[in-house]
Protein backbone atom coordinates (compact mmCIF):
# COMPACT_ATOMS: atom_id res chain seq x y z
CA UNK A 1 0.00 0.00 0.00
CA UNK A 2 1.35 3.22 -1.02
CA UNK A 3 0.32 7.06 -0.49
CA UNK A 4 0.20 9.14 -3.86
CA UNK A 5 -1.09 12.18 -4.01
CA UNK A 6 -4.32 10.46 -6.30
CA UNK A 7 -4.96 8.84 -2.85
CA UNK A 8 -4.23 5.36 -1.56
CA UNK A 9 -2.70 2.70 -3.70
CA UNK A 10 -2.68 -0.71 -3.40
CA UNK A 11 0.94 -1.88 -5.15
CA UNK A 12 0.46 -5.93 -5.98
CA UNK A 13 -3.62 -4.94 -6.92
CA UNK A 14 -2.57 -2.06 -9.13
CA UNK A 15 -5.61 0.09 -7.68
CA UNK A 16 -6.90 2.48 -5.50
CA UNK A 17 -9.24 3.22 -2.95
CA UNK A 18 -10.99 6.64 -2.81
CA UNK A 19 -8.91 8.35 -5.48
CA UNK A 20 -9.19 12.44 -5.67
CA UNK A 21 -8.75 12.04 -9.38
CA UNK A 22 -9.39 9.57 -12.07
CA UNK A 23 -7.81 6.13 -12.33
CA UNK A 24 -8.04 2.80 -14.09
CA UNK A 25 -9.24 1.25 -11.23
CA UNK A 26 -10.73 2.30 -7.61
CA UNK A 27 -12.69 0.93 -5.04
CA UNK A 28 -15.01 3.41 -3.54
CA UNK A 29 -15.83 3.25 0.10
CA UNK A 30 -19.33 5.79 -0.03
CA UNK A 31 -20.75 8.74 -2.22
CA UNK A 32 -20.12 11.60 -0.71
CA UNK A 33 -17.86 13.91 -2.81
CA UNK A 34 -15.03 13.78 -1.17
CA UNK A 35 -15.02 10.08 -2.03
CA UNK A 36 -16.69 8.87 -4.98
CA UNK A 37 -15.26 11.43 -8.20
CA UNK A 38 -16.13 11.29 -11.53
CA UNK A 39 -14.63 9.48 -14.35
CA UNK A 40 -12.95 6.64 -12.95
CA UNK A 41 -12.21 3.55 -15.60
CA UNK A 42 -13.26 0.42 -13.42
CA UNK A 43 -14.99 1.01 -10.11
CA UNK A 44 -15.86 -1.58 -7.69
CA UNK A 45 -18.69 -0.21 -4.76
CA UNK A 46 -21.40 -1.46 -3.19
CA UNK A 47 -24.93 -1.54 -4.98
CA UNK A 48 -26.27 1.66 -2.91
CA UNK A 49 -22.62 3.86 -3.15
CA UNK A 50 -22.80 3.08 -7.38
CA UNK A 51 -26.54 4.42 -7.05
CA UNK A 52 -25.80 7.40 -4.99
CA UNK A 53 -22.59 8.02 -7.50
CA UNK A 54 -24.88 7.78 -10.96
CA UNK A 55 -27.37 10.36 -9.43
CA UNK A 56 -25.03 12.36 -8.30
CA UNK A 57 -22.88 12.36 -11.69
CA UNK A 58 -24.95 10.66 -13.82
CA UNK A 59 -24.11 7.35 -15.36
CA UNK A 60 -21.66 8.22 -17.88
CA UNK A 61 -19.34 9.64 -15.03
CA UNK A 62 -20.10 7.10 -12.33
CA UNK A 63 -17.01 4.54 -13.94
CA UNK A 64 -16.75 3.27 -17.56
CA UNK A 65 -17.12 -0.54 -15.57
CA UNK A 66 -19.17 -0.07 -12.49
CA UNK A 67 -18.96 -3.31 -10.66
CA UNK A 68 -21.24 -4.29 -7.84
CA UNK A 69 -19.41 -5.61 -4.88
CA UNK A 70 -21.96 -7.69 -2.32
CA UNK A 71 -21.08 -7.18 1.27
CA UNK A 72 -18.79 -9.78 2.08
CA UNK A 73 -18.48 -11.15 -1.34
CA UNK A 74 -14.96 -11.70 -2.16
CA UNK A 75 -13.33 -10.37 -5.43
CA UNK A 76 -9.57 -11.41 -5.84
CA UNK A 77 -7.35 -9.07 -8.36
CA UNK A 78 -3.80 -9.67 -8.88
CA UNK A 79 -3.80 -11.88 -6.14
CA UNK A 80 -5.42 -9.42 -3.74
CA UNK A 81 -8.51 -9.95 -1.91
CA UNK A 82 -11.21 -7.64 -2.13
CA UNK A 83 -14.25 -7.34 0.48
CA UNK A 84 -16.90 -5.00 1.63
CA UNK A 85 -17.66 -4.40 4.87
CA UNK A 86 -20.29 -1.87 6.57
CA UNK A 87 -18.76 1.13 7.76
CA UNK A 88 -22.18 2.14 9.39
CA UNK A 89 -21.73 5.96 8.42
CA UNK A 90 -24.18 6.52 4.98
CA UNK A 91 -26.98 4.10 3.31
CA UNK A 92 -23.81 1.80 1.63
CA UNK A 93 -20.87 2.90 2.31
CA UNK A 94 -18.03 0.49 3.26
CA UNK A 95 -15.19 -0.42 4.59
CA UNK A 96 -12.58 -1.79 2.24
CA UNK A 97 -11.00 -4.96 3.48
CA UNK A 98 -7.47 -6.15 1.79
CA UNK A 99 -5.65 -9.50 2.35
CA UNK A 100 -2.45 -10.31 0.49
CA UNK A 101 0.21 -12.96 1.45
CA UNK A 102 -1.27 -13.47 4.68
CA UNK A 103 -1.53 -9.60 5.86
CA UNK A 104 -4.82 -7.73 5.92
CA UNK A 105 -4.96 -4.19 5.65
CA UNK A 106 -8.73 -2.39 6.71
CA UNK A 107 -9.61 0.78 5.18
CA UNK A 108 -12.59 2.26 7.11
CA UNK A 109 -13.41 5.26 4.72
CA UNK A 110 -15.87 7.30 6.93
CA UNK A 111 -17.68 5.46 9.76
CA UNK A 112 -19.25 6.02 13.14
CA UNK A 113 -20.04 3.31 15.33
CA UNK A 114 -24.15 4.68 16.55
CA UNK A 115 -27.22 2.96 15.08
CA UNK A 116 -28.59 4.55 12.23
CA UNK A 117 -31.95 3.58 10.96
CA UNK A 118 -30.68 4.32 7.23
CA UNK A 119 -27.56 2.27 7.20
CA UNK A 120 -25.97 -0.74 8.38
CA UNK A 121 -23.88 -1.30 11.54
CA UNK A 122 -20.00 -0.66 11.61
CA UNK A 123 -18.08 -3.99 11.75
CA UNK A 124 -15.26 -4.30 13.24
CA UNK A 125 -12.33 -6.52 11.70
CA UNK A 126 -9.36 -7.37 12.63
CA UNK A 127 -6.26 -6.48 10.92
CA UNK A 128 -2.53 -5.31 10.73
CA UNK A 129 -3.13 -1.93 9.60
CA UNK A 130 -6.45 -0.06 10.12
CA UNK A 131 -6.92 3.44 8.46
CA UNK A 132 -8.71 5.32 9.94
CA UNK A 133 -10.36 8.96 9.48
CA UNK A 134 -10.28 11.26 12.57
CA UNK A 135 -13.13 14.22 11.51
CA UNK A 136 -13.86 14.68 15.27
CA UNK A 137 -9.95 13.22 16.85
CA UNK A 138 -10.10 15.46 19.78
CA UNK A 139 -11.45 14.62 23.27
CA UNK A 140 -13.77 17.49 23.31
CA UNK A 141 -15.67 16.07 21.37
CA UNK A 142 -18.10 13.44 22.38
CA UNK A 143 -21.47 13.28 20.57
CA UNK A 144 -24.14 12.99 22.74
CA UNK A 145 -27.63 10.37 21.92
CA UNK A 146 -29.17 11.18 18.66
CA UNK A 147 -32.53 10.60 19.87
CA UNK A 148 -32.37 13.04 22.41
CA UNK A 149 -30.96 15.94 20.07
CA UNK A 150 -34.38 14.89 18.01
CA UNK A 151 -36.39 15.11 21.72
CA UNK A 152 -35.25 19.03 21.83
CA UNK A 153 -36.18 19.44 17.89
CA UNK A 154 -40.06 18.07 18.98
CA UNK A 155 -40.25 19.91 22.39
CA UNK A 156 -39.37 23.18 20.18
CA UNK A 157 -42.03 22.52 18.18
CA UNK A 158 -44.28 22.27 20.85
CA UNK A 159 -43.25 25.39 22.16
CA UNK A 160 -43.46 27.53 18.90
CA UNK A 161 -45.55 26.00 16.72
CA UNK A 162 -46.41 29.24 14.99
CA UNK A 163 -42.38 28.92 13.26
CA UNK A 164 -41.35 26.90 10.81
CA UNK A 165 -38.48 25.15 11.79
CA UNK A 166 -35.95 24.69 9.29
CA UNK A 167 -32.96 22.14 9.57
CA UNK A 168 -29.92 22.45 7.76
CA UNK A 169 -28.86 18.54 6.90
CA UNK A 170 -26.40 17.46 4.18
CA UNK A 171 -27.90 15.94 1.42
CA UNK A 172 -26.45 12.25 2.12
CA UNK A 173 -27.43 10.54 4.65
CA UNK A 174 -28.11 13.76 7.13
CA UNK A 175 -31.11 14.43 5.70
CA UNK A 176 -32.66 10.93 5.60
CA UNK A 177 -30.80 9.94 9.20
CA UNK A 178 -33.18 12.97 10.80
CA UNK A 179 -36.32 12.07 8.77
CA UNK A 180 -36.00 8.31 9.96
CA UNK A 181 -35.11 9.67 13.77
CA UNK A 182 -38.33 12.03 13.89
CA UNK A 183 -40.46 8.99 12.40
CA UNK A 184 -39.12 6.78 15.23
CA UNK A 185 -40.25 9.60 17.93
CA UNK A 186 -43.93 9.45 16.30
CA UNK A 187 -43.53 12.45 14.13
CA UNK A 188 -45.89 11.09 11.72
CA UNK A 189 -46.86 14.47 9.24
CA UNK A 190 -45.57 15.46 6.10
CA UNK A 191 -41.67 16.34 6.09
CA UNK A 192 -40.94 19.32 3.33
CA UNK A 193 -37.78 19.05 1.75
CA UNK A 194 -35.75 21.65 -0.38
CA UNK A 195 -35.08 21.10 -4.18
CA UNK A 196 -31.30 19.58 -3.60
CA UNK A 197 -32.70 17.00 -1.21
CA UNK A 198 -35.27 15.31 -3.61
CA UNK A 199 -33.28 12.66 -5.54
CA UNK A 200 -31.32 11.22 -3.01
CA UNK A 201 -34.54 10.70 -0.29
CA UNK A 202 -36.53 9.40 -3.08
CA UNK A 203 -33.25 6.97 -3.92
CA UNK A 204 -33.05 5.96 -0.53
CA UNK A 205 -37.02 5.10 -0.37
CA UNK A 206 -36.33 2.87 -3.73
CA UNK A 207 -33.43 1.00 -1.42
CA UNK A 208 -36.14 0.31 1.17
CA UNK A 209 -35.21 3.03 3.49
CA UNK A 210 -38.99 3.83 4.69
CA UNK A 211 -38.87 7.68 5.45
CA UNK A 212 -42.48 8.08 5.39
CA UNK A 213 -44.40 11.07 3.86
CA UNK A 214 -42.17 13.62 2.20
CA UNK A 215 -43.50 16.73 0.28
CA UNK A 216 -41.31 19.39 -1.70
CA UNK A 217 -41.45 22.78 0.36
CA UNK A 218 -44.40 24.96 -1.98
CA UNK A 219 -43.63 28.17 -3.86
CA UNK A 220 -45.52 31.02 -2.29
CA UNK A 221 -48.44 32.17 -4.50
CA UNK A 222 -47.46 35.88 -4.57
CA UNK A 223 -43.89 37.14 -5.32
CA UNK A 224 -41.91 37.78 -1.89
CA UNK A 225 -45.02 35.48 -0.02
CA UNK A 226 -44.15 34.51 3.31
CA UNK A 227 -45.38 32.48 6.45
CA UNK A 228 -45.82 29.35 4.66
CA UNK A 229 -45.29 25.85 6.87
CA UNK A 230 -46.23 27.18 9.98
CA UNK A 231 -45.35 24.22 12.62
CA UNK A 232 -44.03 21.99 10.28
CA UNK A 233 -40.09 20.36 10.11
CA UNK A 234 -38.26 21.58 6.57
CA UNK A 235 -35.03 20.03 5.49
CA UNK A 236 -32.25 21.97 3.38
CA UNK A 237 -28.88 21.71 2.95
CA UNK A 238 -27.21 23.70 5.42
CA UNK A 239 -26.14 26.53 2.66
CA UNK A 240 -29.97 27.35 1.56
CA UNK A 241 -30.57 28.48 5.14
CA UNK A 242 -28.50 31.84 4.41
CA UNK A 243 -30.31 32.29 1.29
CA UNK A 244 -33.69 34.29 -0.10
CA UNK A 245 -35.10 31.32 -0.69
CA UNK A 246 -36.00 30.69 3.39
CA UNK A 247 -38.58 34.30 3.44
CA UNK A 248 -41.03 32.17 2.30
CA UNK A 249 -41.42 30.28 5.72
CA UNK A 250 -43.31 31.28 8.75
CA UNK A 251 -40.31 32.73 10.93
CA UNK A 252 -38.41 30.04 10.76
CA UNK A 253 -36.20 28.31 13.67
CA UNK A 254 -32.98 27.80 11.88
CA UNK A 255 -31.56 24.30 13.35
CA UNK A 256 -28.84 22.47 11.98
CA UNK A 257 -28.01 18.83 12.31
CA UNK A 258 -24.04 18.26 12.40
CA UNK A 259 -21.45 16.96 14.61
CA UNK A 260 -20.03 20.53 14.33
CA UNK A 261 -22.95 22.01 17.04
CA UNK A 262 -20.92 20.89 19.88
CA UNK A 263 -18.70 24.09 19.25
CA UNK A 264 -21.05 26.61 20.56
CA UNK A 265 -19.21 29.82 18.15
CA UNK A 266 -19.82 27.44 15.40
CA UNK A 267 -23.69 27.61 15.75
CA UNK A 268 -23.60 31.33 16.32
CA UNK A 269 -21.24 32.16 13.58
CA UNK A 270 -23.81 30.37 11.29
CA UNK A 271 -26.58 32.04 12.51
CA UNK A 272 -28.20 28.65 14.40
CA UNK A 273 -30.63 29.20 16.86
CA UNK A 274 -30.99 25.02 17.33
CA UNK A 275 -28.16 23.32 17.06
CA UNK A 276 -28.47 19.83 17.12
CA UNK A 277 -25.72 17.78 17.26
CA UNK A 278 -25.96 14.68 15.19
CA UNK A 279 -22.70 13.18 13.63
CA UNK A 280 -22.07 10.58 10.91
CA UNK A 281 -18.45 10.22 11.72
CA UNK A 282 -17.15 8.43 15.03
CA UNK A 283 -16.25 10.51 18.01
CA UNK A 284 -13.51 10.65 20.04
CA UNK A 285 -14.29 7.71 21.97
CA UNK A 286 -15.47 5.69 19.15
CA UNK A 287 -12.25 6.48 17.41
CA UNK A 288 -10.25 4.63 20.10
CA UNK A 289 -12.74 2.31 20.72
CA UNK A 290 -12.62 0.90 16.91
CA UNK A 291 -8.68 0.72 17.39
CA UNK A 292 -8.79 -1.32 20.48
CA UNK A 293 -11.32 -3.91 18.70
CA UNK A 294 -9.54 -4.06 15.36
CA UNK A 295 -6.28 -5.16 17.26
CA UNK A 296 -3.94 -3.44 14.79
CA UNK A 297 -0.51 -2.69 15.96
CA UNK A 298 -0.36 -0.06 12.96
CA UNK A 299 -2.79 2.47 12.08
CA UNK A 300 -2.76 5.49 9.83
CA UNK A 301 -5.16 8.08 9.81
CA UNK A 302 -6.20 9.84 6.46
CA UNK A 303 -7.40 13.17 7.55
CA UNK A 304 -9.07 15.45 10.36
CA UNK A 305 -7.50 15.99 13.69
CA UNK A 306 -4.55 12.91 13.12
CA UNK A 307 -2.22 14.61 15.36
CA UNK A 308 -3.86 14.28 18.62
CA UNK A 309 -5.19 10.68 17.69
CA UNK A 310 -1.63 9.69 16.85
CA UNK A 311 -0.74 11.11 19.59
CA UNK A 312 -3.71 9.22 21.79
CA UNK A 313 -2.29 5.85 20.01
CA UNK A 314 1.15 5.64 20.69
CA UNK A 315 0.35 6.21 24.30
CA UNK A 316 -1.74 2.57 23.69
CA UNK A 317 1.61 1.48 22.21
CA UNK A 318 0.28 1.69 18.89
CA UNK A 319 2.07 3.09 15.77
CA UNK A 320 0.01 5.65 14.16
CA UNK A 321 1.01 7.51 11.26
CA UNK A 322 -0.49 10.66 10.16
CA UNK A 323 -1.14 10.37 5.80
CA UNK A 324 -2.56 14.12 4.81
CA UNK A 325 -4.71 12.71 2.04
CA UNK A 326 -5.50 15.92 -0.42
CA UNK A 327 -9.01 16.70 -1.17
CA UNK A 328 -10.23 15.19 1.87
CA UNK A 329 -12.94 16.73 4.16
CA UNK A 330 -14.28 18.97 1.10
CA UNK A 331 -18.13 18.04 1.53
CA UNK A 332 -20.43 17.02 4.45
CA UNK A 333 -19.26 17.28 7.96
CA UNK A 334 -15.95 16.19 7.20
CA UNK A 335 -14.90 19.58 6.76
CA UNK A 336 -13.39 21.34 9.77
CA UNK A 337 -13.19 25.24 9.33
CA UNK A 338 -10.19 26.72 11.39
CA UNK A 339 -11.91 28.75 13.74
CA UNK A 340 -13.99 25.79 14.70
CA UNK A 341 -10.70 23.83 15.57
CA UNK A 342 -9.06 26.80 17.37
CA UNK A 343 -12.03 26.74 19.82
CA UNK A 344 -12.59 23.25 20.36
CA UNK A 345 -8.55 22.95 21.28
CA UNK A 346 -8.69 26.09 23.45
ZN1 LIG B 1 -18.42 10.72 4.21
ZN1 LIG C 1 -15.11 12.03 4.04
Redesign the pocket.
Known sequence: MRVTPQGLYCIPGDFFIDPARPVPMAVITHG?S??ARPDHGRVLASAETLAVMRIRMGADRAGRQQQVVAMGEVVTHNGVQIRLVPAGHVLGSCQVVLDWQGSRIVISG?YKRRRDPTCALFEPVPCDVFVT?ATFGLPVFRHPDAGAEIGRLLESLRLFPERTHLVGAYALGKAQRVIALLREAGWDRPIYLHGALLALCELYESLGVKLGPLAPVPVPAKRGGGGLLAGEVVLAPPSAEATAWVRRLAEPVICAASGWMRVRQRAKAKGVELPLIISDHADWDELLDTVAEVQAPEVWVTHGRDDALVHALALRGIRGRALHLLG??DE?E?QAPAEVVAEATA
Do not use: Q, T
Request: zero cysteines; glycine letters at 12%; hydrophobic letters at 0%.
Open positions: HDHDERGED
